[in-house]
């Protein structure tokens, strides 16, 4: 076999053992180089919220007595459409200034820490995306490099949970009772 061949065989097998590898990537896990300021194995539990104007997804896992929020990924939805397959820029600002993205960690016994800014990455739902619905992706950033949390550090996540309403209940003002007035 020529060299070119051996070449183009040897590209379309990494290709394989590449994809094979996203293959086998399992549901809820959380990776990167945070890992060097917390633990990011053992994930516990996945928690995905979505209202009209975010998507949320918490990360938690059983410290003892406790319960730790690993990691909370907030992405602010404004202006984009959040369906399956699209893929959602995390770094960045809405039209309107906000962070696209924005993450935090709480330990038990710790104070809470909130990351520097996203500087690139993306999200993308792979099913669901809307309260109720069963709601399953993946996301890969970086935060910005120099001060704060986090900062020149990485974070890659899979999820799948039924995402649960993160509404926020009723205006300042409504009246809420349980049976009508006489």
């Not at 319960?67 to 907030?74: E, H, I």
């Not at 202006?79 to 039209?95: H, S």
């Not at 690139?120 to 120099?146: C, I, P, Y």
């Not at 995402?163 to 209940?169: I, Q």
């Amino acid at each position: 076999m020529s060299l070119a061949g051996r070449a183009v065989m040897a590209l379309g097998l990494a290709g394989l053992l590449g994809a094979g590898a996203v293959a086998c990537r399992g549901d809820n896990e959380l990776s990167g180089s945070v890992s060097e300021l917390f633990p990011v194995t053992d994930v516990s539990r996945v928690e995905i919220r979505r209202n009209p104007e975010a998507l949320q997804v918490s990360y938690f896992r059983n410290n003892g007595l406790d319960v730790d929020l690993v990691a909370r990924l907030t992405v602010d939805t404004e202006g984009v459409d959040l369906k399956p397959g699209t893929k959602v820029q995390l770094g960045g600002t809405t039209p309107s200034g906000r962070d696209r993205a924005s993450v935090v960690h709480v330990a038990a016994g710790e104070p809470a820490r909130a990351f520097t800014q996203v500087e690139r990455g993306d999200l993308v739902l792979d099913e669901g995306g809307n309260v109720g619905e069963a709601t399953r992706g993946d996301f890969s950033l970086s935060f910005k490099k120099g001060d704060g949390y986090g900062a020149g550090r990485s974070m890659e996540g899979t999820f799948n949970s039924l995402a649960l309403d993160a509404g926020f209940g009723p205006d300042l003002g409504d009246v809420v009772v349980d049976e009508p007035a006489p």
